[in-house]
């Protein structure tokens, strides 16, 4: 069939939701058997956000391609198994870079650049690609922000335009908010009437309607809202808060979202969609009968957003080995050698979190040497493993002034040290060792069993680097460089055999974790949390 081009567009407020429903309906698109991709249009000038601080953006996300994305396209995976790529995030910057280039390169042959039609066209070529590589059934677009937001009108004008080109093979989601007044004790419509007229303003006619809502919406105020808005009755959802975000796509099949939307582009719906997997999945969470308190010591714990992907890997690993997770966030500039163990204190295991810059990077020294020293479970992506390599290097090797040069320019022992090819980066942006790299395992290692392989795949981000030079002191005493790149020898994981579970990884085994397929090694890290939870509690009894 020909592709088709489904838009999702949010209204009112932002962080309803958008992302969870393009998610939420490409699963089930996918469970009936259709090849479906999401991509995210995002209306800032940045041209990713690979620059972004985690406080204005949360977690940066990265592709197996190396482009540093938004962070839905992490549910994207997560909810469809399916790899994203460049092709699928593409902000207002890279858009507006694009146009420039053609322009400085004659390729609008001395005509004046406008919005319309050099941006639009910019943003219509980005939209169609996916689909014209014969690769997939539906493409969701999800369109960041929210009508009325000026950043947002180019790419708003592209779906106008979009609609016509492509008649019967587009439709516009609206998701949009119904708000309830305690003091009154109602719900209010308006201002989702509201948001419907601004996007009718621009020209787009919303084919479903979405409303996001924290109470039922009876059928009555439903079909008012059908009747202001110029939908099918049939057409309008409800999304009520849910207790998990994987059961949304449940919630959305049970009101025949997915019926809905193939009816609406032509499409006859055939029996049900295979949800046996994740449905299992859900059984799971809903019956876990233990508990496993991880700690996750970062910078960013405010924002919990930060660290998404973390979060929903510990998630889904606990949830297929029956538990239930308590995340307990750790602020790393708050821990100090005296207040450590009481804020560690009944942990079954410890994750120490990623990130850059010299802030709270003390607090994951003593964090470190207390797990490493009472043996906890204890896993470091990326910087977490680079604090792992300092924190042996000053406490087990005696280098008392090993660091960093990403920290201390002038350290005598700069056991973590900038990459060589990195060292003539001057620009910041998409600038780091990014994307999928091969990783070979040491035969025998406990990162090897975890994987059940020894050659694996993961997704990184990073400049700084293990320094080989002391590499034979490292392993002497007892920390194994287990991991290391086929082709350029750098260590992207090291471990402590003599420990129950010490492991840092260069990369970020995090973004590849989804619902159906759960990171090995965070699997292998819960387990063996789980594992010393006994092991404490044996010891109590």
């Known amino acids: 069939m020909e592709t088709k081009y489904l838009f999702v567009t949010g209204g009112v407020v932002s962080s309803l939701g958008k992302g969870i429903i393009s998610s939420s309906l490409a699963c089930l698109l996918k469970a009936r058997g259709y090849r479906v991709t999401i991509q995210k249009f995002d209306p800032y000038i940045n041209i990713d956000p690979g620059t972004l601080n985690p406080y204005e953006h949360g977690e940066c996300y990265v592709t197996v391609d190396g482009h540093e994305a938004d962070l839905d396209l992490g549910h994207y995976e997560r909810f469809t198994n399916v790899r994203t790529t460049r092709a699928n995030n593409v902000t207002t910057g890279r858009i507006y870079r694009s146009v420039i280039d053609k322009e400085r390169r004659g390729d609008y042959l001395g005509k004046t650049v406008q919005i319309i039609p050099h941006i639009t066209d910019e943003i219509k070529r980005n939209v169609m690609a996916l689909g014209k590589t014969g690769d997939f059934d539906f493409v969701i677009t999800e369109i960041g922000g929210v009508v009325g937001d000026i950043e947002s009108l180019p790419f708003l004008e592209a779906v106008r335009q979009l609609r016509w080109e492509l008649e019967a093979d587009c439709l516009c989601i609206h998701l949009t908010y119904v708000p309830y007044i305690s003091a009154a004790k109602e719900l209010k419509t308006k201002p989702t009437q509201h ?86 999945f859900l059984s799971k969470m809903d019956s876990a009968a233990g508990k496993v308190t991880i700690g996750l010591v970062g910078k960013y714990v405010e924002l919990q957003d930060a660290y998404k992907s973390i979060n929903e890997a510990l998630f889904h690993a606990a949830t297929y080995l029956d538990h239930r997770l308590e995340l307990r966030y750790i602020h790393s500039e708050k821990v100090n050698s005296g207040n450590v163990g009481d804020m560690l204190d009944g942990l079954d295991g410890v994750v120490i979190a990623p990130g850059f810059g010299q802030r709270g990077i003390e607090g994951k020294f003593v964090a470190l040497e207390w797990c490493r020293t009472n043996d906890i479970p204890t896993f470091g992506i990326c910087l977490g493993m680079q604090c792992m390599v300092i924190e042996f290097a000053r406490n087990v090797l005696g280098l ?14 700069n056991v973590i040290d900038l990459m060589e090819e990195q060292k003539s980066v001057h620009n910041m942006g998409g600038t780091m060792r990014l994307g999928a790299y091969a990783c070979r395992l040491a035969p025998g290692s406990r990162a090897a069993e975890a994987y059940g392989a020894t050659e694996v795949e993961e997704r990184h981000r990073h400049r700084f680097e293990f320094n080989n030079d002391y590499r034979a002191r490292f392993e002497e005493a007892g920390m194994k460089c287990v991991g290391e790149n086929p082709d350029t020898r750098l260590v992207e994981v090291v471990e402590i055999p003599s420990l129950r579970w010490f492991i840092g990884t260069q990369y970020h085994p995090e973004y590849s974790s989804t619902v159906l397929s759960p990171s090995p090694l965070f699997m292998d890290f819960v387990k063996n949390a789980i594992n010393y939870k006994h092991e404490k509690e044996q010891q109590h009894d």
């Open 195 to 280: 948001s419907v007229k601004q996007l009718q303003q621009l020209g787009i006619q919303p084919d479903v309607l979405i409303l996001r809502t924290e109470h039922e919406v009876p059928p009555s105020m439903r079909r008012k809202i059908a009747q202001f808005c110029n939908v099918a009755p049939d057409a309008v959802v409800q999304s009520r808060d849910a207790s998990s975000i994987y059961k949304v796509p449940i919630l959305m099949h049970e009101q025949h979202l997915d019926e809905i939307v193939l009816r609406k582009v032509g499409v006859t719906p055939a029996g049900e969609p295979d949800l046996g997997p994740w449905r299992g």
């Open 400 to 413: 008392r002034e090993a660091d960093s040069t990403e920290m201390n320019h002038n350290t005598p022992d």
